[in-house]
């Protein structure tokens, strides 16, 4: 899911796993650690399946497919990534993004959960949202104002992520994605059609930039 545009400011709170901290870098440590992987587009059969549990947690080869994913979703100006979206079938998403609060948040989860009681005390919002295996196009889409995940860090621990406003629409957007659904499946086909033919048409220049972007940091 991209990134609303637009600067923070330097000294916006921060919540890491959904903890605040005192104080964060502006590039995460794990975007620093990461490679730049290929994001898969519409149409990639790996995006149209739901995805299988994490069963082995305290890896390296874990750690670094998350590294990886938090590099790949900050050259791309992501607020989201899921693990399917590298083209990788697991049960996995990362998150650095800033709400309309100015609060960051910054994680992983494998195999959450999305919690019904969460949805008794929430309210359907319409805004426009994007994604990043759909470059280009943004449609209104209505999501919850309030969504909890209940799931496992990469050691395997207990951990619930609680996010309002754009950050709980973040939270939905890639639990669709580890259900084999893009946020295309939620507009009318007319819609639908209307996205397809904007990607069509601005798809090279997001992928240029992309590129640009991660070559400017190195990866």
Known sequence: MPERSGDVAADRR?????????SYPRIAPETKRGAVRSITLVGDEILERP???????????LSKLIDDMFATNH???????????VDVGLRLFVWDMTDEWGVRHVG????????????????LIEEREGCLSVPGPY????????AVVAGRDKNGDPLVIEGRGYFARCL??????????????????RERRSAMREMAESKDEVLARRAASAAAIGK
């Not at 995805?51 to 080869?61: A, H, I, L, P, S």
């Not at 992983?108 to 005390?121: K, M, S």
């Not at 939905?172 to 507009?187: A, I, K, P, T, V």
């Open 14 to 22: 921060v919540r890491v796993q959904g903890e605040p901290v005192d």
């Open 75 to 85: 050259v791309a100006e992501g607020a989201g990534l899921a693990a399917n979206q």
């Open 51 to 61: 995805c299988q549990e994490v069963t082995q947690f305290g890896t390296g080869w």
């Open 139 to 146: 449609r209104v889409v209505p999501r919850l104002d309030h």
């Open 172 to 189: 939905q957007h890639e639990m669709d994605h580890l259900q084999g659904r893009l946020y295309l499946s939620r507009l009318s086909k």
């Open 108 to 123: 992983h989860i494998a195999n959450p959960v999305l919690q019904d009681g969460a949805l008794t005390r929430s309210a």
